[in-house]
């Protein structure tokens, strides 16, 4: 599973970070605090789960929500921000999101239900199979 999380926040990138790992060791996590160095990860690699900001220091998250979406059309999405606001939940599941998830609200179990819909999104197209643990195998 290829997992990108777009946060300028380094805490929040370590936290999301820590448990993918340690629930999906064999996920490969890469990182990017700007809009820039999304976009460029997300070119590199592809991507399967996404954790995205909504406030970026040189944009908007939304847009790399767009973005990711559009080369990646089976990824999951999830758009974390400071800004619970109906407006911008709204915004991001019109733009590509899969979840809205206030920072203030998440925790290791929001992160692990991206992630398992991630596994189960790579089972329907023949790719990740989950196992007994939780860990995503296999794919292609």
């Known amino acids: ?42 070119k590199h690699g592809g991507t399967d789960v996404a954790y995205v900001d909504l406030c970026l220091p040189d944009g908007n998250g939304l847009d790399v929500l767009e973005r990711l979406r559009e080369a990646n059309g089976d990824a999951v999405l999830a758009c974390c921000t400071n800004y619970d606001y109906p407006e911008y939940g709204d915004e991001s599941l019109r733009r590509g999101a899969d979840f809205f998830i206030p920072k203030e609200s998440l925790d290791a179990g929001k992160i692990l239900a991206v992630m398992a819909e991630g596994c189960r999104r790579g089972a329907e197209a023949g790719g990740e199979t989950v196992d007994r643990s939780g860990s995503c195998n296999g794919g292609n």
């Open 1 to 42: 599973m290829r997992v990108l999380i777009v946060d300028d926040n380094l805490l929040f990138r370590e936290i999301v970070r820590s448990v993918v790992r340690v629930n999906y060791p064999s996920a490969v996590v890469r990182e990017a605090e700007d809009v820039v160095s999304a976009l460029a990860a997300a």
